[in-house]
């Protein structure tokens, strides 16, 4: 793999995180050959602009300033890898467990990794797969 692709490849995951913390979603959407997020915790896949745009609007209801910070980032082969800290304020309804947990208020910070696959001899993104701890975010607000 050439280091100047891989150097576009971390660009593009930094370009990506940064544009979710704004809710450019047009731009993130933009980062993608196909927009895929296959989420590790839970299992849940979102397969298509349609559902990774439905995906953001729903992640962002409960946590409307959702942000990451990037901790470390590497590309490999045709992946790049990314530690992260997820934080955000709990003010909307989350569902999660069967169940639906009202606002608290309470913010959160959990550490994260995500896997990023690109298309090959490409700087696009093909799928996103975030991995944490299950219910990682309900126990760090305390609802666990």
């Known amino acids: 793999m050439s280091e100047s692709l891989n150097a576009a490849r971390i660009q593009t995951v930094r370009d990506h995180m940064a544009l979710e913390c704004t809710h450019e979603w047009d731009a993130v959407?933009?980062?993608?050959?196909?927009?895929?997020?296959?989420?590790?915790?839970?299992?849940?896949?979102?397969?298509?602009?349609?559902?990774?745009?439905?995906?953001?609007d729903a992640s962002r209801a409960s946590f409307p300033d959702l942000a990451n910070e990037i901790i470390a980032i590497a590309a490999a082969d045709d992946t790049v890898l990314v530690e992260f800290w997820l934080s955000g304020t709990h003010l909307g309804d989350l569902k999660?467990?069967?169940?639906?947990?009202?606002?608290?208020?309470?913010?959160?910070?959990?550490?994260?990794?995500?896997?990023?696959?690109?298309?090959?001899?490409?700087?696009?993104?093909?799928?996103?797969?975030?991995?944490?701890?299950?219910?990682?975010?309900?126990?760090?607000l305390g609802l666990l």
């Open 96 to 140: 999660a467990n069967g169940k639906v947990f009202p606002p608290t208020g309470r913010k959160f910070r959990v550490r994260m990794a995500a896997t990023f696959e690109f298309a090959p001899h490409s700087d696009k993104i093909i799928c996103e797969r975030p991995y944490s701890a299950t219910d990682a975010k309900l126990r760090a």
């Open 29 to 56: 959407i933009d980062t993608f050959a196909h927009p895929r997020y296959e989420m590790h915790a839970t299992g849940t896949v979102f397969d298509g602009e349609e559902e990774v745009r439905g995906y953001f």
